[in-house]
């Protein structure tokens, strides 16, 4: 039985499916959902290779996850081969491994194994499946979660299989995440000559206090469960053609706020712009909202996840909503309670990937449990 999660494990790492190449991974899992009685729907978009697939009726717990790694980086520096799995001293390493083929291995041995036991199960097992997560997220996820609202489609708890687990398997779940605005400020002065300042307008001078103050600023005081929203200064440079005598005509500076639900975009943009307006600062900006913020409420679904965990690693996880964005997100309005759980993130996107093989057995069987609390 814990032979079937390795195996596949090491199947799909074995497919170098950089993001939003998929190379034949999904066909794996489709083939062995076909198996199991699962209809298939394939909905691809451009380069994405998508696919929706379920089985029975009733209330639906739908796994959601992808295919799709960021590249291996600076192969010397890895002790295997990023898209060969090897197993050393119980760790199964390859690019993937953690993010996350190897919850996407345990979800479908996990559903195989309860569809043995009870092929006349109740409720609905689903999967969202694409190869678009690490890269622009543009054409998959959410494309096919648009296709499904149209469709009318209704979802009770959604699974997201993403590497929540930090220094132990199930020590972490997450019930939310925060959104991402990045802004681009171009602040202008006047060039002139380093030796008579008089006779120009130093972007980099009047932007200090203005940058001081942005960069203390909190937008919102944070609750039990997300920190206060706060604005990271990323990148600053300025004028074209640097030389020792010159003061810049203009100042570029790139902007990132990771905003929760506490907190409206709009009110960030208005908060923004007001200091500038305070500070007169002459400006062009611009605004790129790449995700918003959601959060779903602790329920039965997390209690019953929170059980599950327990039970088979004698750890209560503590509920965050810390780190990046996730295909969660995306969920939002379709689906009704959503918690992320998974493998151990210390290695993700690192080199050298790799997960703990009894980690992985265990992740099985907290999904298999999960299944049983759910549907019998």
């Not at 802004?183 to 001078?205: E, R, S, T, W």
Request: net charge positive.
């Amino acid at each position: 039985m814990y032979t079937e999660v390795v195996n596949l494990t090491r199947k799909l790492i074995n497919i170098p499916s950089i993001s939003p190449k998929d190379f034949g991974c999904q066909e794996i899992l489709i083939e062995r959902l076909k198996a199991c009685g699962f209809f298939i729907e394939r909905i691809n978009f451009n380069d994405t290779n998508n696919f929706w697939a379920w089985r029975g009726y009733g209330k639906t717990i739908i796994f959601v996850g992808h295919t799709d790694v960021v590249p291996a980086g600076n192969i010397i520096d890895w002790k295997t081969p990023p898209f060969l799995s090897t197993i050393k001293n119980g760790f199964l390493f390859g690019r993937g491994a953690a993010d996350m083929k190897g919850s996407l291995s345990a979800m479908v041995v996990a559903v195989e194994n309860f569809i043995k036991q009870n092929p006349n199960h109740n409720g609905r097992i689903s999967f969202l499946i694409t190869s678009d997560e690490e890269s622009t997220g543009k054409n998959g996820t959410k494309k096919v979660v648009s296709f499904l609202k149209k469709r009318q489609e209704i979802i009770d708890y959604c699974l997201v299989g993403e590497p929540t687990s930090e220094k132990n398997l199930g020590d972490c779940i997450k019930t939310g995440r925060r959104g991402s605005l990045s802004v681009f400020l171009k602040i202008y002065g006047k060039q002139g000559h380093a030796a008579y300042p008089d006779l120009a307008v130093n972007p980099i001078h009047k932007s200090i206090p203005f940058l001081t103050e942005l960069s203390t600023l909190s937008f919102d005081n944070g609750n039990n469960f997300f920190i206060p929203t706060k604005l990271q200064i990323l990148k600053i440079s300025s004028g074209k053609n640097y030389v020792t005598n010159m003061i810049p005509g203009d100042l570029s500076v790139s902007l990132n706020v990771r905003f929760s639900s506490l907190s409206k975009k709009k009110n960030i943009i208005q908060i923004i712009n007001n200091l500038l307006k305070k500070y007169s600062i002459r400006h062009s900006i611009h605004w790129t909202c790449h995700a918003k913020p959601f959060f779903s409420s602790p329920n039965n679904f997390c209690n019953i996840i929170t059980n599950s965990i327990y039970r088979f690693t004698n750890i209560n996880p503590v509920i965050k909503t810390n780190g990046g964005t996730s295909d969660g997100r995306f969920m939002v309005g379709i689906a009704n309670q959503i918690v992320e759980f998974g493998l151990l993130n210390s290695t993700i996107h690192q080199v050298n990937e790799c997960i703990n093989i009894l980690d992985l057995f265990k992740l099985q069987n907290i999904y298999f449990n999960i299944l049983n609390e759910l549907f019998l």
